[in-house]
Every structure is written in structure tokens, then in C-alpha cells.
């Protein structure tokens, strides 16, 4: 089931940006949303993705600020988790959390690997916000950051400033490829807890680095079927079927298949990355999948 941004995110979306107008003033160079709301479609578990250039850093009274104000917008990715498994896709009212990254314009433009953040939200970090840490990541560095701005440059919409390329340069080809394989290790370890992103994370970064094209969630599930031996094909179904609202969050019944096709799914990057470590790059960039 694939949507698009109703009335309550487009509010949510509205919020921040008033909240990122009042705090950052003539300081805000541009916001973006991109991700699922651009590219295949928001789905029941998606997030709003927004990606915020600013001309200067966050001082801490303005993180105090944001840390304080954006998790009475964003909703609570585990509290709308919970009513579609008890109402249904069609019957959930929970509003979609945010993720929300703040770039200092100078940090990423001229372009630099590895690249650095100012500030971030996810839902993943409202516990901390609300108990008063207003730094809760260990480093600004953020190797991902080569992802997301490949994102807003190829799909985004311009919900304040400038289009994106005014802002943003181009990430070169190495360097997206790079930070595409930099936290396998650490994704894999998430695989117990958080089953349906892990598998279709690993499946967006095979059909990256085999294709150089990014791919919706639902699509690179749909690629990776196609490629997945036989035995395997029954967990990226699930995935993808949770993904768009047709099944329910379960993974019991062929839990002793998730692991066995992670690792199938890992040695194929893997060995796509030994290739193109050998590769001539020159010619090569990032596309959207047609």
C-alpha cells in the first residue's frame, strides 16, 4: 500500500518549519524532504525525511531548543508500530516520526570525505532528548552523509530556499560507494532487533553497488527476489510485504531463514565492492532506478 504525505504530515512538516524559521532566522539556507515521500512512496512505517542546510552551526541553547520542541512533532515510530500490528495499515492515526539533519553548508560544500553533521533527530533518539542530552551521537562525522546528499540532489522537494544543487555539491562516485559499505558490520548486529529495515537496507545496498541506482524499499525487495536462491526468497517476500502494509510484523515462522539470506545478501556486496575497488570510476555516478 503506497501513500502519499496527507494532511497530519504535511502539518508535522509545516511545524518544522516555523520551528527551524524562528531558531535559525536568515541563517536557514534551504530544507528538503526526500526519502520515501519522493522516491516509491510513503508506506505505513515510513518516516519524513527532511534535510536542513544552514549557514552557520547550532549554538546549544538553539540544539536545547530543537532536542526540546521536535519530539512533540514527530510522532513515535514504536507507538505507530504498535497500532498497525493491532488496527491494521488502513486504521492508523498515529502520526509518522521525523528524521531531521541539520548540515552546515561549509562542512559539505566544498565536498569532503568523510563529511560532518550539526544536528540530528530521529526517533530513535527521543529517550535521550527528553531526559536533556542535546548531543546524544558519539561524533559529527557521518560517512551516510554521502547517501543523503546524493538522495536530495537526484529526488527531493524544495519546501524552503534554493534548489538543492545551489547549496550542495556532488558526491563523488568512490566516496558514495564508500560510505554505502562503511556500517555493515553494524547493520548486521541490528538484524535480531529491527529484521525488516536490516533486510531491506542490505537489499538497497546490493542493487546500489551492482546497478549505481537508487531504489525504493518495495523496488530493491522486488530486485532482490529476482536474484535471491530459492531458499531465500520467502524472507525478502515478508520483508517487502510488511513494508507495504500486507502482512504483519512476524518473522517466527522462517526465522531460521533471516540469517542465512543476511549473509547471503552481505557476500554479494561484498564481492560487488572487490570489484570496484579495481575499477575505473572516472565516467561513473548515482542514478534513480527508471
Known amino acids: 500500500m503506497q501513500t502519499q504525505p496527507d ?14 524559521e524562528s531558531i535559525l532566522g536568515p541563517d536557514l539556507l534551504g530544507v528538503y524532504l526526500y526519502g520515501s515521500a ?11 525525511d527532511l534535510f536542513v542546510v544552514s549557514n552557520r552551526p547550532t549554538t546549544p541553547e538553539e540544539k536545547a531548543r530543537l532536542a526540546a520542541s521536535l519530539p512533540t512533532i514527530s510522532g513515535n515510530y514504536f507507538a505507530r508500530v504498535s497500532e498497525i500490528a493491532s488496527a491494521g495499515t488502513d ?21 569532503h570525505y568523510p563529511p560532518a553533521f550539526d544536528f540530528q533527530y530521529g526517533d530513535w533518539l527521543r529517550q535521550e532528548f527528553e531526559g536533556g542530552n542535546i548531543e546524544p551521537w558519539p561524533a559529527k562525522v557521518m560517512p551516510d552523509l554521502a547517501l543523503l546528499v546524493t538522495q536530495v540532489l537526484l529526488a527531493s522537494k524544495t519546501l524552503l530556499g534554493p534548489a538543492p544543487e545551489q547549496l550542495l555539491a556532488p558526491v563523488p562516485y568512490h566516496d558514495f560507494m564508500i560510505a554505502s559499505v562503511k556500517e555493515l558490520d553494524s547493520l548486521a548486529a541490528d538484524l535480531a532487533s529491527d529484521t525488516r529495515n536490516v533486510l531491506l537496507t542490505f537489499a538497497r545496498i546490493w542493487s546500489t553497488v551492482v546497478t549505481d541506482a537508487i531504489r525504493s524499499k518495495p523496488d530493491v525487495a522486488a530486485w532482490a527476489l529476482d536474484r535471491l536462491p530459492a531458499a531465500y526468497q520467502p524472507v525478502m517476500q515478508r520483508a517487502r510485504a510488511i ?14 531463514l533471516v540469517q542465512p539470506c543476511t549473509d547471503f545478501m552481505l557476500s554479494k556486496i561484498r ?20
Open 91 to 111: 486504521q492508523v492515526s498515529s502520526p509518522r516520526a521525523l528524521e531531521l539533519l541539520i548540515v552546515v553548508k561549509s562542512e559539505v560544500n566544498p565536498w
Open 7 to 20: 494532511h497530519g504530515s504535511e502539518a508535522q512538516i509545516a511545524r518544522c518549519l516555523r520551528l527551524l
Open 243 to 256: 513494508c507495504i502494509g500486507e502482512a504483519p510484523e512476524h518473522w517466527s515462522d522462517i526465522d531460521a
Open 271 to 290: 564481492e560487488q565492492i572487490a570489484l570496484l575497488e579495481s575499477a575505473d570510476h572516472t565516467h561513473k555516478s548515482i542514478k534513480l532506478a527508471e
Open 38 to 48: 519522493i522516491v516509491g512512496g510513503l508506506q505505513p512505517y515510513s518516516d519524513l
